[in-house]
């Protein structure tokens, strides 16, 4: 297979892409360390502030260090991931009392020292989490600009690297960047190159291509082709080349915190725990919605007044739009919206379906819909039409984060697959709303509810909460 170098790829190769990653890393971690050792030196001083004493300041910065050290936060893996590398610094934190306690029955006997130690854990661990926060972002941005992005191979089928590609862009910037696709079936090609992406060939070709562009991270995706011997082979190569060999599992929409590796007679299975959907589980959730919502409504009472006030004055008809809903297991509700319609809105529908910009699934959306009203058009960008769907999250019909309240026309047009999106309770945000809204095309919004419904948490909910007021300031898909 004869691959073309083009001249901005001989640059790439001649700077030494691998030299320049692993400093890049190196400059990364050393920022990390001194981060680390300023929260714990802020914390070290609230500690001083509150008790005077100074013994603190000396031994907390190397203690919390050794802490971030030994749950691995500094790992490679890790870096920019978000999560994870949090859950480390986490983990640090909670270690802390122990070696303080341990310090203190071997060296210092210090009852003083080790009850500010144990005070400074919390705040260290605060000021230490806002900080890689602040990182983060600003190495995503990094990762936008191409710069110290990991340039990545993929390897495998064209149908699955469609998917993974997909994965790979959806919200936000990824830490691998497809530079490149090596096919095992290159006459579909044509499909790759649709996104964007060079089609380098056959999977021959793979060791020429990672030589040439340069490539960090080569991502191999199942395969009838690659069984145990040419999957050993190629991570051999990747070794010898200096660059990571990742394998994509069958399973794209699953989340890192429910596989497992069970090692059996020598051979690492890997465990997929079931989704956690249990009532005990999902507790906490309802706690928070429902407090959340309450409080939200508190503080929203007198601009809802003002916006329904408008609505009613924009035209005739009610301020609100009432309408069924499917909910959790099936069961139906009342929603509410302010109404951003013509009262005659549904009769008229008919009318517009040749205008439907989700033709290819079960949502009606259309842009520029002419029964839009003026003031709905601007509730309806802003998502304000939505706020009273707090009263629904009060009442324990829908939460604040789940899948899109379908209607009971759409869930008799449900798959068996689709309806585990009645699963959880519907939400006023949700995946599928932080990704796009009525942008996306039917397939990836039911993609993207039934990977929240598999792979739910309060980290998860907490993050599309996070997401969701940059969505609504851009207006993204709201139509």
């Known amino acids: 297979m004869t691959i073309e170098v083009t001249h901005e790829q001989s640059v790439v190769e001649r700077r030494n892409p691998h030299g320049r990653r692993r400093r890049w890393e190196r400059k990364y971690r050393i920022v990390l360390l001194v981060a680390d050792g300023l929260a714990a030196v802020a914390a070290a001083f609230l500690i001083h502030a509150a008790y005077g004493r100074w013994a603190v300041a000396l031994v907390l910065p190397?203690?919390?260090?050794?802490?971030?050290?030994?749950?691995?936060?500094?790992?490679?893996?890790?870096?920019?991931?978000?999560?994870?590398?949090?859950?480390?610094?986490?983990?640090?934190a909670v270690a802390l009392p122990a070696l303080a306690a341990l310090a203190y029955w071997l060296f210092t006997r210090d009852s003083d020292l080790l009850h500010d130690m144990i005070m400074a854990a919390a705040p260290a661990a605060v000021i230490a989490l806002a900080i890689r926060y602040t990182l983060r972002r600003r190495l995503h941005r990094r990762w936008a600009r191409s710069r110290d992005?990991?340039?990545?191979?993929?390897?495998?089928?064209?149908?699955?690297?469609?998917?993974?590609v997909a994965v790979l862009r959806r919200g936000g910037t990824p830490k691998?960047?497809?530079?490149?696709?090596?096919?095992?079936?290159?006459e579909n090609a044509p499909q790759i190159r649709k996104?964007?992406?060079?089609?380098?060939?056959?999977?021959?070709?793979?060791n020429d291509v990672v030589r040439a562009l340069g490539i960090n991270t080569v991502v191999v995706l199942p395969a009838p082709e690659f069984d145990a011997s040419v999957l050993r082979r190629m991570?051999?190569?990747?070794?010898v080349q200096g660059v990571d060999f990742l394998l994509a599992p069958v399973l794209t929409d699953v989340a890192a915190a429910r596989l497992a590796v069970r090692p059996t007679n020598g051979v690492p299975l890997v465990r997929i725990k079931p989704p956690n959907l249990?009532?005990?589980?999902?507790?906490?959730?309802?706690l928070l919605d429902r407090c959340l919502a309450a409080l939200l409504l508190l503080l929203l009472a007198l601009p809802m007044l003002l916006i329904a006030l408008v609505v009613r004055l924009d035209s005739s008809g009610p301020a609100l739009f009432r309408q069924q809903r499917v909910g959790r297991y099936g069961d139906h509700f009342t929603m509410l919206k302010f109404r951003t319609m013509r009262p005659d809105s549904e009769a008229l529908r008919a009318e517009l379906e040749h205008l439907n910009q989700n033709s290819d699934g079960l949502l009606f959306k259309v842009k520029e819909d002419?029964?839009?009203?003026?003031?709905?058009?601007f509730l309806r960008r802003s998502s304000l039409d939505e706020l009273p769907q707090l009263f629904n999250v009060v009442k324990g019909h829908m939460s604040l984060v789940g899948p899109r309240p379908p209607l009971p026309e759409e869930v008799e047009e449900y798959t068996p697959d689709i309806k585990r999106r009645l699963l959880v309770k519907p939400g006023l945000t949700g995946l599928w709303q932080v990704s796009g809204r009525s942008d996306l095309p039917w397939d990836e919004a039911v993609r993207?509810?039934?990977?929240?419904?598999?792979?739910?948490?309060?980290?998860?909910?907490?993050?599309?909460?996070?997401?969701?007021?940059?969505v609504v300031v851009r207006g993204t898909g709201a139509y």
């Open 149 to 164: 992005g990991s340039a990545t191979l993929l390897v495998g089928p064209s149908h699955g690297i469609v998917e993974l």
């Open 195 to 206: 996104l964007g992406l060079p089609a380098l060939g056959g999977v021959g070709g793979m």
């Open 370 to 377: 002419p029964r839009i009203t003026r003031v709905g058009a």
């Open 278 to 286: 249990s009532r005990v589980s999902r507790l906490p959730k309802e």
């Open 448 to 470: 993207l509810d039934l990977g929240y419904v598999d792979n739910w948490s309060m980290g998860l909910d907490l993050s599309i909460l996070a997401r969701t007021g940059a």
């Open 62 to 92: 190397p203690t919390w260090i050794v802490a971030m050290l030994v749950h691995r936060s500094y790992d490679r893996s890790t870096l920019g991931l978000g999560t994870e590398e949090y859950r480390r610094v986490l983990r640090g």
């Open 176 to 186: 691998l960047q497809a530079a490149g696709v090596c096919l095992t079936d290159p």
């Open 235 to 239: 991570s051999w190569t990747a070794a």
